[in-house]
């Protein structure tokens, strides 16, 4: 999606953006950024004080498996921003692990992160979103939340499973408040997740793009963002499919 430099289409808008330290996270942040958003980027330390990040970017470190901290950014950020009009929750963790070799630690750290938090910060985001003029959430989630996966992912992709579903509860219940709330499910990119991922599954992710290459980070963070903004006004319950996979 082509867009000229001087297109600052999200102009005024206030935007938190979860998992700001990794590979789409630093893309959404820096996009929001150039389209003339003021962003609040979260993540853990010692990720988040490090990561490159637009200078105007305002950092809120955060740890999102402590309920706490869920509930506490999404404040910290409206009192830098003076309220919110868009909320990504990007962050995730990955669990890869065979199913019969999964411990209580890895299917806690898979909802911590992955389903509660967004959860969380969904809730807390609300009295805010309201005040917006057009407010929306992304979820990013992932084809493993549908298929299960091709890697030993099962904790992942049940964990993102749920927050599809969650997407479609809460933009019923959000949307007579003209919030809207939509997951998105990215292709793959060249981030530390998918690096972490056996080169074999990596290659048969690559095989399946039918447009026969991986997609840039700033491309998803484009189409997420101009979505996200009025320009996607139509956009809430679904998930966006953006994988480009055999289908």
Not at 199 to 228: D, I, K, W, Y
Request: proline share 5%; with cysteine; charged share 20%.
């Amino acid at each position: 999606m082509a867009s000229a430099p001087d297109e600052r289409w999200l102009s005024g808008l206030r935007v938190l953006v979860t998992g700001a330290a990794g590979v789409l996270g630093r893309a959404l942040v820096a996009e929001a950024d150039a389209r003339g958003a003021r962003v609040v980027a979260t993540g853990r330390r010692p990720s988040i004080d490090t990561a490159a990040l637009p200078e105007a970017a305002i950092r809120v470190p955060a740890d999102l498996r402590e309920p706490d901290d869920c509930r506490q950014v999404v404040h910290e950020a409206a009192r830098h921003l003076g309220g919110l009009d868009i909320v990504v929750n990007n962050a995730a963790t990955l669990v890869r692990r065979a199913f019969l070799e999964l411990e209580l630690d890895d299917l806690e750290a898979a909802w911590q992160v992955n389903l509660r938090a967004p959860a969380l910060i969904m809730q807390e985001s609300f009295e805010y979103l309201r005040e917006a003029e057009a407010p929306a959430i992304v979820n990013v989630v992932s084809t493993a939340g549908v298929n299960g996966g091709i890697a030993a992912v099962s904790a992942y992709g049940m964990s993102k499973a749920g927050l599809i579903v969650l997407t479609k509860a809460v933009a019923r219940e959000y949307g007579p408040h003209g919030i809207r709330v939509f997951a998105l499910s990215p292709p793959s990119i060249d981030s530390e997740m998918q690096r972490s991922l056996p080169a074999e599954h990596r290659e048969r992710v690559r095989s399946m793009n039918v447009l026969g290459r991986l997609a840039l980070p700033e491309e998803v963070a484009r189409f997420t963002l101009l979505t996200a903004s009025g320009a996607g006004g139509l956009v809430t319950g679904t998930m966006v499919d953006l994988t480009a996979t055999a289908y």
